[in-house]
Every structure is written in structure tokens, then in C-alpha cells.
Antibody, heavy 117, light 111 residues
Framework: EVQLVESGGGLVQPGGSLRLSCAAS????????MSWVRQAPGKGLEWVAN????????NYVDSVKGRFTLSRDNAKNSLYLQLNSLRAEDTAVYYC??????????WGQGTLVTVSS | QSALTQPASVSGSPGQSITISCTGT?????????VSWYQQYPGKAPKLMIY???KRPSGVSNRFSGSKSGNTASLTISGLQAEDEADYYC???????????FGGGTKLTVL
């Protein structure tokens, strides 16, 4: 069974940082593109970033470029998203998803990031 | 404002069929056969229902079908059931610069 478990969310002040983690199991993590998709409270889905199987290609939505950094550790079956210079508009549930080259086949339950003073 | 345009809401009675449209541009839906559809219940994670325009993942009911014409993709649900009441999102690849774009979501109400 595919499982994606996010962690690391929480309340942070504007300008602060957080590191989100996603632990994967039930599939060959090292063979999969991986992505982060977020959803602001009461709003729709927004793709944030994706990373190729070996980490050689990373892509970001314009609004997070230069502030968010995506990485992965295939030995630990884990995906990470470093969030810096956080803004109020980054407040959202952040979902880890398997995929990113064709579709998003499995999603975690999400971790809530709240940016507020 | 979302990159892809969906109706905010649709409704239908049990047993009926409904179609949710997803309108993009020649830079996304019109250029790639990479439209996917997701079902989301309140407070839950999205679930993949259709990928590459019309393919169904294993385990998804054949009551769900997808299609595309020009810059518009569609999700059709036949034989509506109460359990289909949820939010539905379309998504499309949009090229190497923009990558992936979602629609604003459609709330399906089963009357």
C-alpha cells in the first residue's frame, strides 16, 4: 500500500522558515517523480514544486522561486521542502504527492503551514 | 484567479449523468494530453480519478470518464451516486516554464 506521510508544519511568523518532510512507503521511491501541492484554507489546489527521480531536475511555481527549496533522499525514501521568507499567502495545507511528470497518483494527508504574527 | 476555468458548482440527481468542464488555453490543455482529474472530500486529500485525459487508475469506477476537445477538458460522471458528492479539480501540464496548473475546483452536489 502506498503511503505518504507529511510532517513539519506549524505556526510561523512572517519571514520565518520551516522544513516539511514526506516519508514514502509502498512503492519504489527512487523511481518516482515527487511533488508538493498546496491548498490555502477554503481555496483550490496549487502546484508548488516537483523533483526528478535522481534530484537532477527541480521545478517551482514562480511565487516560491528563491524562497522554497525541494530535495530528496532516496536512501531514506524521503522528500523535503525547505520554506524560507514565509509570507501570509503561503498559509496552506501542503500535500506531498507521487508524480510530477504526468499526473499525481497518490497524495499524503497534508501538513498545515500557518504564517501569522 | 486559477489558470484553468471550471464551473463553481454542478448538481444532479441520483442516477443522472453530469459533466464538469475545464477550460484552458492552447498553452496548456490544447497542447498536451496531460489532463488529470482529482476528487476531494472535505478535509481529505485529493484522489486521482482520471489521467492523461481519459485513462482511469485501477480501482476507479467506470462511471467516471474523461475527454478533451481543443482547449477544454471534461469529466463525466454517469449513474450519479450520493458518494460522488465532493469537489473535483482538473489539472494540466502547461509547458516547461509554468509546469502544472489546476482549475479552481467544482463542487458537485447530488440532490
Amino acid at each position: 500500500e502506498v503511503q505518504l506521510v507529511e510532517s513539519g508544519g506549524g505556526l510561523v511568523q512572517p519571514g520565518g522558515s520551516l522544513r516539511l518532510s514526506c516519508a514514502a512507503s509502498g512503492f519504489t521511491f527512487s523511481n518516482s517523480w515527487m511533488s508538493w501541492v498546496r491548498q490555502a484554507p477554503g481555496k483550490g489546489l496549487e502546484w508548488v514544486a516537483n523533483i526528478k527521480q535522481d534530484g537532477s531536475e527541480k521545478n517551482y511555481v514562480d511565487s516560491v522561486k528563491g524562497r522554497f527549496t525541494l530535495s530528496r533522499d532516496n536512501a531514506k525514501n524521503s522528500l523535503y521542502l525547505q520554506l524560507n521568507s514565509l509570507r501570509a499567502e503561503d498559509t496552506a495545507v501542503y500535500y506531498c504527492a507521487r508524480g510530477g511528470s504526468s499526473h499525481f497518483s497518490y497524495w499524503g494527508q497534508g501538513t498545515l503551514v500557518t504564517v501569522s504574527s | 484567479q486559477s489558470a484553468l476555468t471550471q464551473p463553481a458548482s454542478v448538481s444532479g440527481s441520483p442516477g443522472q449523468s453530469i459533466t464538469i468542464s475545464c477550460t484552458g488555453t492552447s498553452s496548456d490543455i490544447g497542447s498536451y494530453n496531460l489532463v488529470s482529474w482529482y476528487q476531494q472530500y472535505p478535509g481529505k486529500a485529493p484522489k486521482l480519478m482520471i489521467y492523461e485525459g481519459s485513462k482511469r487508475p485501477s480501482g476507479v469506477s467506470n462511471r467516471f470518464s474523461g475527454s478533451k476537445s481543443g482547449n477544454t477538458a471534461s469529466l463525466t460522471i454517469s449513474g450519479l451516486q450520493a458518494e460522488d458528492e465532493a469537489d473535483y479539480y482538473c489539472c494540466s501540464y502547461a509547458g516547461s516554464s509554468t509546469k502544472w496548473v489546476f482549475g479552481g475546483g467544482t463542487k458537485l452536489t447530488v440532490l
